[in-house]
């Protein structure tokens, strides 16, 4: 009888330890949970204030680009314009080459007798026209090119 009360006691103090055990690391230390929480708070704002700054870069590198592609556009529909224009301007070379075949054609024509003085002016007309041209051309690639170079210029101090 004296074993079984001993095993008794030895069980109702292991369960009286346990307890007090739990009760004791529950009422322990009433601040961890607290400064846990409040580490974890400051690793949520730290990560929201990291967020923001992030969001902000991503805001002003956007601003930095749309600007950017504004600009392209611009350039591009100047470009668009020359273009249209070069075109003309080599539909109209064509025509004026066609005339002056022609006309070199009759004159080739040995049966009929043609004066070459209005051939001559055509062509010399025709000369500056081309030549004028030519100019434009050579000035719109000459703007193309620097502006292309200013662009690649900030690009590059953009990146360093």
């Known amino acids: 009888m004296f074993a079984g009360k001993e095993e008794?006691?030895?069980?109702?103090?292991?369960?009286?330890?346990?307890?007090e055990h739990y009760q004791n690391q529950k009422n322990a230390d009433p601040a961890y949970p607290e400064a846990r929480l409040e580490g974890i708070l400051k690793g949520l704002e730290e990560r929201v204030n990291a967020g923001r700054e992030n969001l902000s870069k991503l805001r002003y590198q956007r601003?930095?680009?749309?600007?950017?592609?504004?600009?392209?556009q611009d350039e591009k529909m100047t470009?668009?314009?020359a273009l249209s224009e070069a075109?003309?301007?080599?539909?109209?070379?064509?025509?004026?080459?066609?005339?002056?075949?022609?006309?070199f054609m009759e004159l080739s024509d040995d049966r009929k007798k043609s004066d070459p003085?209005?051939?001559?002016?055509?062509?010399?007309?025709?000369?500056?026209?081309?030549f004028s041209l030519l100019l434009r051309d050579v000035a719109i690639e000459e703007t193309s090119r620097k502006a292309f170079e200013t662009r690649k210029e900030m690009t590059f101090k953009k990146e360093f």
Do not use: M
């Open 8 to 19: 008794h006691c030895s069980h109702h103090l292991n369960q009286r330890h346990h307890g």
């Open 63 to 72: 601003a930095d680009l749309e600007f950017e592609l504004n600009g392209l």
């Open 79 to 81: 470009l668009d314009d």
């Open 87 to 103: 075109k003309k301007g080599e539909a109209f070379v064509r025509e004026k080459e066609r005339q002056i075949n022609a006309d």
């Open 117 to 130: 003085a209005p051939l001559i002016k055509q062509t010399l007309i025709l000369g500056r026209e081309l």
